[in-house]
Structure formats: C-alpha cells, structure tokens
Nanobody, 132 residues
Framework: QVQLVESGGGSVQAGGSMRLSCTASGYTYSNYCMGWFRQAPGKEREGVAAIDSDGRTTYADSVKGRFTIHVDHAKNLLYLQMNSLKPAESATYYC??????????????????????????WGQGTQVTVSS
C-alpha cells in the first residue's frame, strides 16, 4: 500500500521561500509520474509541477523560474522548492504519484485536470500560507 505524507508547510511572508517534502512509503516503481498540486478554498485544484522517471519536469506557467521539483531516490522523497512566494499561492499543497509515466506523457500535460485522474495516490496535503 503506497502512502504519501507531505510536510514542510506553514506560514511565510510574501517573497519568502519554503520547501515542501513528500515521503513515499510502500513505493518501488521504476517508472512514475509525480506531481505537486494545490487547492485554495473555493477554487479548483491546480497543477504546480510534475516530474517523470526520466527526470523531465513540467511547471505551471505561474511558477516557472520560482519553483523547483526534485526527487531524492535514495530517500524516496519528492520535494518542491518554492521561492518568491505570493499571497495568492496560499493553498493546501498535495503530492501525487502515478505508477507509470502516463500522466506525464499526456498531450494535455501532467498538470491538467484530465491528467489528475491518472494519479493513483495522493497525500493528505500540507497548508501553505503566504502573508502580504
């Protein structure tokens, strides 16, 4: 049974940085697509960043140049480094994993609403609050 647990959320001032971690247990897939998503109250869940087992990354336009997704295979950890955070980015952040590269290969992209259905495992979320 795969379990994902996010950590690293909290409060930060606008312009600050934060690193989220996602610990994956019971997970030994050599091919995968992993992603970070976020959802603010009253809004739809949106994709932030994704990475596949070949190391290819995809970022939402709004976070390009500021966020970095990274996998530490030795520790089975997925990271999201977030810099220059904005108040509008306050949300619950979720990590998700698919045991294949399929979502990452979709024409619509791994962060799309249609791709989200293909991530089999989701964490419980960690809250990020960015104050102005």
């Amino acid at each position: 049974q795969v379990q994902l647990v996010e950590s690293g959320g909290g409060s930060v001032q606008a312009g600050g940085s934060m690193r989220l971690s996602c610990t994956a247990s019971g997970y030994t897939y050599s091919n995968y697509c992993m992603g970070w998503f976020r959802q603010a109250p009253g809004k739809e869940r949106e994709g932030v960043a994704a990475i596949d087992s070949d190391g290819r990354t995809t970022y939402a336009d709004s976070v390009k140049g500021r966020f970095t997704i990274h996998v530490d295979h030795a520790k089975n950890l997925l990271y999201l480094q977030m810099n220059s955070l904005k108040p509008a980015e306050s949300a619950t952040y979720y990590c998700a994993v698919a045991p294949s590269v399929f979502p990452c290969k979709m024409v619509a992209g791994p962060l799309s609403g249609s791709a989200q259905r293909h991530y089999d495992y989701w964490g419980q979320g960690t809250q990020v609050t960015v104050s102005s």
